[in-house]
Structures are given as C-alpha cells and as structure tokens.
C-alpha cells in the first residue's frame, strides 16, 4: 500500500505562486508514475500534470503549460508541482496520485490518492 498526503495549499493572490509537496510512504513511489489532478467546486476530477518513474518526461494539461512544473525526488519519496502566475481559475483541491502502469492523464489509471489539499486564489 502506498499512503499520499499532499501539503502546501493555501490562500494566495492572483499572480503569486505556490508549491505543492506530496508525501508518500508505505512502499518507494520511485517505479510510479505519478500525477496531480485539481478539483473545483462542482466540477468533476481534472488532469493537471504527469510525471515518469524516473523523473525524465512529463505531461501538463494546456491551461497550466509555461506556469506549473511538476517533478519529483525518489529520494525523499516526494511528488512536487510548483505553481507561478496563478490565476483565479485554479482554484481547486489539488490531489497527488500515484499510478504503477504506463503515464496516464485518466484519473482511472491511478491507484493511489492523497487526500488534496485547497488552493485558493483571490483577485
């Protein structure tokens, strides 16, 4: 089993940035594919960004290209995205997953989930 818990949300202005961490335990993430979905209120579950096993390829979903960067420490067993140029528009409940199988932008590929953590941004 691999337990995922995500910290580093919060309230912030537009134009400011974040960094969300993922913190995985239970067994080494590092042959994981991993991935960070958000979702808003009302909203189903979305694609944000994927990364590889081995931290060489990622995949971002085109709203959060050129601002958001996904990586990874398999040393720490630790999923980050950091978050420049935030816009009111991702306002969401950020989640980290981790998924054994090949990259995936489907929500239903992963296995693991933490349990999200709020990003907020106000005008």
């Known amino acids: 089993q691999v337990q995922l818990v995500e910290s580093g949300g919060g309230l912030v202005q537009a134009g400011d940035s974040l960094r969300l961490s993922c913190a995985a335990s239970g067994r080494t993430v590092s042959t994981y594919n991993m991935g960070w979905f958000r979702q808003a209120p009302g909203q189903e579950r979305k694609f944000v960004a994927t990364i590889n096993w081995s931290g060489g390829r990622t995949v971002y979903t085109d709203s959060v290209k050129g601002r958001f960067t996904i990586s990874r420490d398999n040393a720490k067993n630790t999923l980050y995205l950091q978050m420049n140029s935030l816009k009111l528009e991702d306002t969401a409940v950020y989640y980290c997953?981790?998924?054994?199988?090949?990259?995936?932008?489907?929500?239903?590929?992963?296995?693991?989930w933490g349990q999200g953590t709020q990003v907020t941004v106000s005008s």
């Open positions: 997953a981790a998924n054994i199988g090949p990259m995936s932008v489907v929500s239903g590929s992963y296995e693991y």
